[in-house]
């Protein structure tokens, strides 16, 4: 174990060691294309497991609805929009994301290291990969909205969600999954993570992705908390002018760039209109 690592040397149930041990025993089926597929699209799943749970309620205590970005507090819960949403992605996984794992993974190198990162050295690296994520992100969406053919080709099927709910996140071409999928292992390459890093990276992706589009403002979302990420409104005011806000969790380069969308605090939040600043 990294002895540089105090939270672990002071706290030994934190140690990463003994997970990474478990995961290396388990080496053949961690590195299995269908293992990482489903795991990715079961973590999918989980993480809208809450918003769905939420748009049942909410056909029970209106009062839920409040929460609703789009205000929309009088619809009905949609199941037919949630079941073709799932169809749509598991089409799409069995199409796109299986073989293009299965060609990742093959281009990998299979040798895995004997030790667990430290625990500072896992934060900083999955960090790193948020940041640097963000950045790619932001130039490829920003770049599918400055070019026609790349709209209307790539980018346009995730668009066909006006108001934004959790499934979403993954409502998507075939070639846009792809390419998003891309480009998060090849932020975790540059970055020489750790795979326990690595595995922790994907799935905050995942999260972050499911909390951008859940279409509910609640009042533990990680926006309110932590200021820095953007959130379901700062996004869903995205799928609703179809430009700016193009960073999919931090807001610098929005700032950075002149993007963001500035809503005007003159009108009723869930009615307030939203203009491109700069
Ligand atoms: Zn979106
Ligand atoms: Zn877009």
Known sequence: MNSTCWLADRYPELALQPLWDYMRKRQVLF?????????????????????????????????????????RTNESFQLRRWLDCLRRIILKYLSG???SVALLQSLRGQSLPDEAPSCFLALKEIVMCLLLFDTFFFGWHYFMHRVPWLFQQVH??????????????????IAELVSLQ????????????????????????????????CGY??????????????????????????????????????????????????????????????
């Open 31 to 71: 590195q299995s294309p269908l293992v990482a597929a489903c795991f990715a699209f079961s973590a999918h799943l989980f993480f809208c497991t809450p918003y769905l749970l939420l748009d049942l309620l909410g056909d029970r205590w209106q009062w839920i609805y409040k929460y609703r970005i789009d205000g």
């Open 217 to 278: 403002d609640l009042p533990w979302a990680l926006h309110r908390l932590l200021p820095c990420f953007s959130g379901a409104r700062y996004h869903q005011a995205h799928h609703q002018k179809y430009k700016g806000n193009y960073a999919p969790y931090f807001r610098h380069w929005d700032w950075i760039f002149g993007t963001t969308l500035v809503e005007d605090s003159t009108r009723p939040r869930h009615e307030a209109d939203v203009h491109e600043h700069g």
């Open 182 to 213: 891309t480009l998060a292992q090849g932020t975790a390459a540059l970055v020489h993570c750790h795979p326990v890093s690595e595995v922790v990276f994907h799935l905050l992706n995942t999260y972050l992705a499911v909390d951008d589009h």
């Open 156 to 173: 346009r099927a995730h668009h066909q969600n006006h108001n934004t709910f959790a499934l979403a996140a993954q409502d998507a071409s």
């Open 97 to 99: 994301i299986l073989p």
